[in-house]
C-alpha cells in the first residue's frame, strides 16, 4: 500500500521530554522531541473503529522507545475516545500481541476492512 504521510522532520511545539499528540488534521499521532516530529502513526477511523496502517520513528531516535510510547498513548488515546482498535501495522499488531491490556478492544482486519484502507489510502486527499 502506498504510503501517505508528511515527512517526520516537520516543527512542532518545543519540548525537551517526548510529546505524543494526535493530530486529526494529518490522521496520525507524533511523538515530538525537541520542538521536532520524530516518529508517528498513522490511522483512518472507519466507523467505531481506528485502523492504524504505519509506524515510524526517524532513524536518529531509533532504539530509545520512542515507537512504543507513540503507540501506546495512540492506544490508550483510541480507547479512551471509544475506538476500537484494528492493528494493520505490524508494529501496532507486535506491541498489541506483547500488550494484552488492549486484547479488549482490538479488531483483527478482515479481507473487506483491507480492501476499504486500500482504497482510502490510494484517493486522492481532500483538504
Known amino acids: 500500500m502506498p504510503r501517505r504521510n508528511p515527512p517526520v522532520r516537520e516543527r512542532v511545539d518545543a519540548a525537551t521530554e517526548p510529546v505524543v499528540r494526535r493530530v486529526d488534521a494529518e490522521r496520525l499521532y507524533e511523538i515530538a522531541i525537541d520542538g521536532f516530529r520524530a516518529g508517528l502513526t498513522a490511522y483512518r477511523d472507519r466507523g467505531d473503529q481506528r485502523v492504524f496502517y504505519h509506524t515510524e520513528v526517524d532513524k536518529a531516535h531509533s532504539r530509545k522507545g520512542l515507537a512504543a510510547m507513540l503507540v501506546e498513548q495512540a492506544l490508550n488515546d483510541a480507547r479512551a475516545t471509544g475506538k476500537r482498535i484494528v492493528p494493520v501495522c505490524p508494529y501496532v499488531a507486535r506491541f498489541i500481541k506483547k500488550h494484552p491490556e488492549f486484547a479488549d478492544a482490538v479488531d483483527r482486519p478482515t ?17
Open 111 to 127: 479481507p473487506q476492512l483491507l480492501h476499504w484502507l486500500d482504497a482510502e489510502l490510494t484517493s486522492p486527499q481532500e483538504h
